[in-house]
């Protein structure tokens, strides 16, 4: 199949990439290049054969090139983790951006869209297990748009396939997100902040790559909504622990109170965002400490045939390979 991915110097979106050619598919790519890890991700994909057209979600002419003659529309790109962005820029792209992908995509005759979604739609912790139906409150503005795309998706459902994927932490080689963790374990400087038992269920990029594949060919999955996860469910500090393993390191039993650092983020926020500065500390970095989350697989399962095969500890072993083969450790 010709396949497009969005958001393709991001971390899942390149990875997506390269699986894609190894399972013999053709691929077109999208991607904007702010950072020096994305600018890493695209000499990867480069020096994979693979060329990145740099550009935008409100490029609507790019946007109809690059999705003219394609199967399947995976759509990656979002503003996440821009803490100094004010909020139009995230309706701008995780919404608007959306819509003009879609609209590109229907006038293609693209025969799938799979819409990249996130656990952030839910907010900031539950009761009890997650799964699709569970009530949606998200508490940012990340969440808030990532949800509002959602109802757009969806209500293109009569013009083009789709199918939504809610997309768990993910981790493996590329993330730059967990790669302040593995410095700080590496380098001693970690701590827990408040009292490490929240739950998180990382899915490593590999088999979130096989569950994206699916939702993009099964045909149960049209009009759904799948939540994929990791099978393991860790608390902060069984996942520190695992790394410090991995790296030869320990974590100090000591641990600060989270309510400081959380007022320490909001007074940043406060401060910083207005000026267009990204602020070193904010609130959904400390997030880490605090979401907590316990995620069912039943319906990705049921309808996918689904099913996370990689340990944590196998995943952050190809993490910290990654990390030191490209001199980050």
């Given at each position: 199949?010709?396949?497009?991915v969005?958001g ?40 994979q ?125 590329g ?45 149960q ?10 099978g ?7 996942m ?60 990705a ?29």
């Amino acid at each position: 199949m010709k396949l497009a991915v969005t958001g393709a110097t991001g971390f899942i979106g390149s990875r997506l990439a390269v699986k894609s050619v190894e399972q013999g598919h053709s691929v077109v790519l999208l991607g904007k290049v702010n950072t020096p890890l994305e600018e890493q991700r695209r000499r990867d994909l480069h020096d994979q054969g693979l060329t990145v057209i740099e550009a935008g979600l409100d490029e609507t002419e790019k946007i109809a090139q690059l999705v003219q003659g394609c199967d399947v529309v995976f759509h990656l790109a979002a503003a996440q983790h821009e803490a100094s962005a004010p909020d139009q820029r995230f309706w701008d792209v995780n919404v608007h951006g959306t819509r003009n992908m879609l609209d590109a995509s229907v006038s293609a005759g693209v025969q799938r869209f799979v819409h990249g979604s996130t656990i952030g739609v839910y907010g900031a912790t539950s009761e009890g297990e997650i799964d699709e139906e569970s009530p949606l409150r998200p508490d940012n503005i990340y969440g808030v748009t990532k949800r509002a795309g959602e109802e757009l998706v969806l209500s293109y459902g009569g013009k083009i396939p789709v199918v939504i994927v809610r997309i768990s932490e993910t981790y493996g080689p590329g993330d730059g997100r967990l790669l302040k963790l593995f410095r700080g374990i590496d380098r001693r400087a970690f701590f827990i902040i408040g009292r490490g038992d929240n739950k998180h269920q990382l899915i490593y990029v590999d088999d979130l790559v096989d569950g994206l594949h699916r939702a993009s060919q099964e045909p149960q999955a049209v009009g759904e909504i799948l939540v994929l996860a990791g099978g393991e469910v860790l608390t902060t500090r069984e996942m520190a622990d695992t790394i410090a393993q991995a790296m030869d390191r320990r974590i100090p039993h000591f641990r600060a109170p989270l309510w400081p650092f959380l007022g320490f983020a909001v007074i940043m926020e406060k401060t910083l965002r207005p000026l267009g500065i990204q602020p070193p500390l904010h609130r959904r970095r400390m997030d880490f400490f605090r979401k907590s989350f316990l995620i069912s697989q039943t319906k990705a399962t049921e309808l996918l045939g689904f099913k996370a095969h990689t340990s944590f500890a196998q995943g952050v072993a190809e993490t910290l390979r990654w990390y030191k083969s490209h001199g980050y450790l």
